[in-house]
């Protein structure tokens, strides 16, 4: 059984940073599409950026240069480096894994198709 917890979020200041981090057992990191999707309320889910089996990176144009996705396969844990944090960037922010190697690409942000979703951690920017 596939199981995902993030932690790391928190409350901060526009202009700060937050370090995301989603630990796994079940999956192995090294051949999934692993990301990071977060919603605001009211909003829909939006994949903010994608991390597939051979390390290539996709990310939602508006944290490009901000953001940095990565993961450390040999402890199965996944992180999200997110710099000069913006309000309009409060949300609920979900790692999720999947088998399907095209939903991580470099040419696009990661659908929310994924088949396996952690709880979520709640990020609050405040202005």
């Known amino acids: 059984q596939v199981q995902l917890v993030e932690s790391g979020g928190g409350s901060v200041q526009a202009g700060e940073s937050l370090r995301l981090s989603c630990a796994a057992s079940g999956v192995t990191y090294s051949s999934y599409c692993m990301a990071w999707f977060r919603q605001a309320p009211g909003k829909e889910r939006e994949g903010v950026a994608g991390?597939?089996?051979?390390?290539?990176?996709s990310y939602t144009d508006s944290v490009k240069g901000r953001f940095t996705i990565s993961k450390d396969n040999a402890k199965n844990t996944l992180y999200l480096q997110m710099n000069s944090l913006k309000p309009e960037e409060t949300a609920m922010y979900y790692c999720?894994?999947?088998?399907?190697?095209?939903?991580?690409?470099?040419?696009?942000?990661?659908?929310?198709?994924?088949?396996?979703w952690g709880q979520g951690t709640q990020v609050t920017v405040s202005s």
């Open positions: 999720a894994a999947d088998p399907e190697t095209t939903y991580c690409r470099s040419d696009y942000p990661p659908p929310p198709l994924f088949g396996t």
């Open positions: 991390i597939g089996s051979t390390g290539v990176t």
